[in-house]
């Protein structure tokens, strides 16, 4: 088992920034990839950001490529999402999720979840 919590999110005005962390525990050794994802309301999951958990790979969806970074604390055991240039599409629930597979970029890869932070980003 995994548990992942998410912690972060709120509402910055537009060209804000914020930070969401997610904590993980239990069998992560067991996992392959971390990863973000965001729902808005009446869409479905969209993945946002993944990275390789025990190595340096990240990868992004187009378009938050330049403004989200992916990152790792080893020492936390801590996976976070830092969103600069925010813009109001982006208000969502962001989830962080982890996957046994390797450069995992579909939410049907991934089988742990948190249970999301909302973001809301006004203009």
């Known amino acids: 088992q995994v548990q992942l919590v998410e912690s972060g999110g709120g509402l910055v005005q537009a060209g804000g920034s914020l930070r969401l962390s997610c904590a993980a525990s239990g069998r992560t050794f067991s996992r392959q990839t971390m990863g973000w994802f965001r729902q808005a309301p009446g869409k479905e999951r969209e993945f946002v950001a993944a990275?390789?958990?025990?190595?340096?790979?990240?990868f992004y969806a187009d378009s938050m490529k330049g403004r989200f970074t992916i990152s790792r604390d080893n020492a936390k055991n801590t996976m976070y999402l830092q969103m600069n240039s925010l813009k109001p599409e982006d208000t969502a629930v962001y989830y962080c999720a982890a996957s046994g597979s390797s450069y995992a970029s579909h939410a049907y890869e991934y089988d742990y979840w948190g249970q999301g932070t909302q973001v809301t980003v006004s203009y």
């Open positions: 990275r390789n958990w025990r190595g340096e790979t990240t």
